[in-house]
């Protein structure tokens, strides 16, 4: 196994955390860059007609932007600005999007094919990353890294946002650290992925019960690298190896504290740990296509980012690919009303 220093995302003022895994079981992460130097102070804008269609969100966490595609055929509808740090996006039933900003701690609700936001909720406990929405209670889980409340930057936590307003509570599994992403099942049961320790020593992964208060701490008959998005597929529970090689996604049925390998959909063009210069953070399934934004560390020439279609489950070579910028992180699809 490598050893080396896991890079995760830290505070507005340390935008990136070195912290040292030295001979751990840990592979190596890349490192991810931090909020754009340069404020952009453009507005933010839609095409007349966005909101009938059916939308993909893209976070970049280079220019602080949000940009929104048509779904399926990829033409720019749209661009958010006023971010600091967009990162993780889920979708509520109403088919509003919710994106986790990292730097400005908090978490904003924006109407599909809207320009302004509809919501803000704040992480007075540290830098979300990831979030879900239950669509029978409306709650919103928001995973975080950092609990700087008590004693400056501690373990993260997951928060639950009853309907997705007021307060949170927060939630805290002895077995994670850095929390990453999450996703609800039909069920109304969450799960998530994160790190075990501040040494970044194993990928660790959770279901916190509906209605429960503490962790199911599960363990995967697969060997996960590095934690990314998960999504639930209506079956099964999608969990992204950020860095294996390539990038991918593998389904899992979980039973007790068990998780049993159903399938895997590799995402050929993020090479993970092969080379460390592009890889996938998130992804939205749709049907029988995955979307997957390839982020790419380094700037054209030698880094050129793109938002790669898949069939899902197949996987392998994407079947389109979309232009982007070069530091895309998050992926959600907003279905228009009928």
């Known amino acids: 196994m490598n050893s080396g220093k896991v890079i995760r995302y830290a505070s507005s003022l340390l935008a990136i955390s070195l912290l040292a895994a030295c001979g751990s079981g840990m592979t190596q992460a890349p490192a991810i860059e931090g909020a754009a130097a340069k404020p952009d102070h453009t507005r933010s804008w839609m095409k007349p007609g966005a909101k009938s269609q059916d939308l993909l969100y893209v976070s970049d966490i280079y220019t602080g932007d949000v940009y929104v595609y048509s779904w399926p055929k990829g033409t720019l509808e749209g661009q958010l600005t006023g971010f600091l740090q967009p990162n993780g996006e889920c979708v509520d ?165 068990k998780g049993t390998l159903e399938g895997s959909t590799p995402l050929d063009g993020a090479n993970g740990d092969s080379s460390s210069l592009s890889w996938v953070n998130e992804f939205a399934i749709s049907g029988s296509k995955v979307v997957a934004p390839i982020y790419a560390s380094n700037q054209p020439p030698t880094g050129y980012s793109t938002i790669d279609i898949y069939h899902y489950p197949a996987g392998g070579k994407p079947i389109k690919s979309i232009s982007a910028n070069s530091r895309i992180v998050g992926a959600a699809i907003s279905k228009a009303k009928s």
């Open 93 to 257: 039933k109403a088919g509003n999007i919710w994106i986790a900003d990292h730097t400005a701690q908090d978490v904003i609700e924006y109407a599909h094919g809207g320009t302004s936001p509809i919501a803000t909720l704040t992480d007075a406990y540290g830098y979300p990353v990831g979030c879900a929405v239950e669509n029978k209670t409306g709650n919103l889980a928001l995973t975080n890294q950092f609990d700087q409340v008590s004693s400056g930057q501690t373990r993260g936590g997951v928060l639950i946002y009853p309907h997705a307003s007021g307060s949170p509570t927060q939630y805290q599994d002895s077995a994670i650290y850095f929390y990453d992403f999450c996703a609800y099942d039909k069920h109304g049961n969450l799960y998530l992925d994160g790190i075990n320790s501040i040494s970044g020593d194993q990928f660790a992964f959770a279901e916190l019960p509906k209605g429960a208060s503490t962790f199911t701490n599960i363990t995967l008959n697969v060997f996960i690298h590095y934690p990314g998005g998960i999504q639930w597929d209506g079956g099964s529970v999608d969990v992204l190896d950020e860095l294996s090689s390539p990038s991918t996604i593998s389904k899992f049925s979980i039973s007790g504290s």
